[in-house]
């Protein structure tokens, strides 16, 4: 497996709000994140940081205590128990941090399977040269109304209220997180990214720079750049794993 990772915080944010990780553990075992501090609330920036570090800490965790497939997918949801927890003690603890929160989509890698989880609207995709498929679903109001088919996905690129989101942690003391399993073939891709890139680039254009748009460690660059070059209202992230 290879894993590539990039964070910006693009042309008109003043402060990065996005945090990362990406972690090959072995041959067959990575783990990837990525967490999106909600741009409107104080200390973003503090919640993602935060969020990815008790995230990630759990998780290792549970791989230390089991490698069963459940206690895997037990561990993951645990793992985003214990974010959420640690975002709201500090919110209630710090006034300066009152009202933060942050999304989080996540990735852990036990070859050929591949564990993804996800609160909010930051994405996980899948590529291979089947296409690229959306793992995860938006929890956001765009994202609503994309599944209710009241809008299309590239309406929802544009949509006024496409910031609006319907889950992070942070918000409330229950974590909302959904949870799936795919099954990977060698050579595959899984991208992580937060919305700063995927409302820029559409689904084809993220598939042809995965596959064809040149060599897979220089991908994550060539995201963000097409990202700059259209502007770049937001902090961009994004983590590439190679089956």
Known sequence: MNLWAITDVGLARSQNQDAYCAQLLSQERALLAVCDGMGGARAGNVASRLAIDAFSAAVMEALAASDEPEALRRGLLDAADAANAAVCRRAAQDPD???????????LVDAPDCYVLNVGDSRAY????????????????????????????????????KNLITRALGAEKRTQADLFCET?????????????????????????????????????????????SRGAPDNVTAVLLQM
């Open 97 to 107: 941090c009152a009202g933060m929160g942050t999304t989080l989509v996540a990735a």
């Open 126 to 161: 899948r590529v291979s040269n089947e296409g690229i498929r959306q793992i995860t679903r938006d929890h956001s109001l765009v994202g609503d109304l994309v599944a209710r088919g009241e809008i299309t996905a590239e309406q929802a690129r544009t949509h006024p209220q």
């Open 184 to 228: 990977c073939e060698p050579g595959e891709f899984i991208l992580l990214c937060s919305d700063g890139l995927s409302n820029l680039l559409s689904d084809q254009e993220l598939l042809y720079e995965v596959l064809h748009g040149g060599p897979p460690e220089d991908c994550c660059g060539r995201l963000l750049n097409t990202a700059l």
